[in-house]
């Protein structure tokens, strides 16, 4: 059971960046998946959720500028972020719920400055 993210970089405030997220070891079509952020320093904050039958639900901070989405032929999650702030910046990470155990990813970091 695996999530690796890919897609973090250095980016200009007000760029866009589109994250991915590839599943393996488990039928990602059936759970709900998820992005998380952390900071060092600071606790781990939830981005945004999509459901199995798709539906989204945003942090405040993010909402109208990052989407979430899924390809379930592709077992791939992503995440396209627009108007990018450097208070986005940190390090990305997904996150299933599975029945018996819960699965991370490893993290990508996403830099925002000039």
């Known amino acids: 059971v695996k999530l690796v993210e890919s897609g973090g970089a250095l980016v200009q405030p007000g760029e866009s960046l589109r994250l991915s997220c590839a599943a393996s070891?488990?039928?990602?079509?059936?759970?709900?998946v998820s992005w998380y952020r952390q900071v060092p320093g600071k606790e781990r904050e939830l981005v945004a959720t999509?459901?199995?039958?798709?539906?989204?639900n945003y942090a405040d901070s993010v909402k109208d500028r990052f989407t979430i989405a899924r390809d379930n032929d592709k077992n791939t999650l992503y995440l396209q972020m627009t108007s990018l702030k450097p208070e986005d910046t940190a390090r990305y990470y997904c996150?299933?719920?599975?029945?018996?155990?819960?699965?991370w990813g490893q993290g990508t970091q996403v830099t925002v400055s000039s």
């Open positions: 996150y299933s719920k599975l029945s018996l155990a819960n699965v």
């Open positions: 070891g488990f039928t990602f079509s059936r759970f709900a």
């Open positions: 999509i459901s199995i039958g798709g539906s989204t």
